[in-house]
């Protein structure tokens, strides 16, 4: 149950949800109420920077357990081109757009972080997708931007993409924005608003918009080098934008203990002010809320995740803690520490004092559960998708393919796996469920790796209401 | 207008020459010649395609090992545009970019996705 500082849960009075014809749930209770159990899928699928001589791809996956083809790769949306890196994605339409009569959540709108190219997927037919357009990267250029990332739709149906480079791949990032057609309308914001950039989530009824820093395109693509965090080159900031404007607001440095922010979500419900920012290289979670007496946002490190000696390494590895997200009735923190092989859950009830619910120890490389069905695996939980009741997690374990290279080799030879827990939300516990494994080691051309996950339906890391 | 020999040894994998138009990149070239090799942004920016000056024509092979000096990639190749995901330590050891890369002579050259993730290790090990 949320207490008072999350500013409820009930949707307000304010907001009439009686003509709801667009896409998506009219809010958050009635997608956990409304929403069906996800039977498919679609997975971020890649041999960018391997010797797979093939391109990267979209799977759809079968989740539906009285399938008999249950825990299989049912489709495979193979890109155009070699070398995209497909990393992250996102609808073009979500529960923000719940009054756009006429708009579907129908296209998937799916970048290249290397090639700077952007695919859209028409997923009419949920099984058997199909490419549709394609935005190439000189287009992109135009408008001195690269690596895309981040896809949000905006509640009239835009389309906004965070961009972390400029065109040669050196700072400052920014925003593309796409029109309904899925052609580039222009940069979103005015320029020279941010240096860097990576993850953000708004929040319309509240008009805030928060950005996160990953780095240069040239810094973080070749892999992690600590050179560049002493020489400054990794973000370490909270940009809090006006949302109508497009403007930075406030910057918050989160400073030592902030160390690369990456993935950030605002709590579900539309009111609320209040979120989390996950540290990745300091291994920190940091709660944010907008403080009404002080006008303005603050940020404070909410859990710590300490650094672990491992025989084999010499210095203490950090966990890494590469992504997160929040269940759908804002009660639970879900994140994956990638090195550590680790995945926890918070009761975030109270958001200024997370409370440690639970942890899965699996893969990585202190995990106690080193093997799903007799395979081995690579590397460690990364990114996750949670079922809208809450009640199922899901994760890939790839997370960038030069830097999987460096901490998980084996993860190139072997490819990815999709995993999954049993969530008990009402006693706040995680089990590995060992009947679930989706291999990605498996595919035809050869061993691929596995990133982000989403639903047909709309999940908790893509969904914004208004 | 010139053509050289460019060996394209795969680590772990099959060697072949190919002959390279001065104003072609390499990535072009072994696209052409149906000798795929690893690419991203192809511009220079990602280091997925990147490659490892062995030896360039008439010189003795650069063994790794032995090249404390590295050997200079400005012997072999020009670049279309600056090199961007090479840091100077990396070019001082002869990496090359070969989206970006256009040859000056016959030489020999290391490529794959081994040679990309040889130019930054796990910093904690
Ligand atoms: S393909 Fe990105 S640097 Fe060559």
Known sequence: MSDANTGGSEAGSDHDHDHHTGPGYASPQAAIEEGEREQLAYVMSLYTGSDVDAPDFVSVVDLDPDSETYCEIVDRIEMPNRGDELHHFGWNACSSSCHMDGLERRHLIVPGQRSSRIHVIDTKDRRNPELVEVIEPEEVFEYDLSAPHTVHCVPDGQILISMLGDADGDLP???????????????????????????YWYQPRQNVM??????????????????????????????????ENGTVEQTIDLGEEGLIPLEVRFLHTPESTHGFVGAALSSNMFHFWYDEGAGEYRAEKAIDFEARDHPDWEMPVPGLTTDILISMDDRYLFGSNWLHGELWMYDISDPANPRRADSLSVGGTFGEVQGVQGRELAAGPQMLQLSLDGERLYWTTSLFSTWDEQFYPEEGERGSVMLKADVDPRNGTLELDEDFLVDWGDCPAGPARAHEIRWPDGDCTSDVWQ | MSSYDVTLERVGGPTRTIGID????????????????????????????????????????????????????????????????????HRDDGYVLLCIATPETACRVAVG???QSELVDNPWK
């Open chain 1, 173 to 199: 990032g920014g925003f593309l924005e796409l029109n309904d057609d899925f052609e580039i309308e222009g940069r979103w914001e005015p320029p020279g608003e941010i240096e860097m950039n990576y993850d």
């Open chain 1, 210 to 243: 928060v950005s996160t820093e990953w780095a240069a395109p040239k810094t973080y693509y070749p892999g992690f080098d600590l050179d560049d965090v002493e020489e400054g080159k990794y973000g370490r900031r909270l940009h809090f934008w006006d949302w």
């Open chain 2, 22 to 89: 001065e104003r072609e990149t390499v990535l072009e070239a072994a696209q052409r010649a149906g000798t795929p090799l690893p690419y991203g942004c192809r511009t220079g920016a990602c280091g997925t395609c990147v490659g490892r000056l062995l030896a360039v024509d008439g010189t003795a092979s650069v063994d790794a090992d032995a090249a404390e000096d590295g050997i200079d990639v400005a012997d072999a190749f020009a670049y279309r545009r600056e090199p961007r995901a090479l840091k100077p330590r």
């Open chain 2, 113 to 115: 996705s081994q040679v």
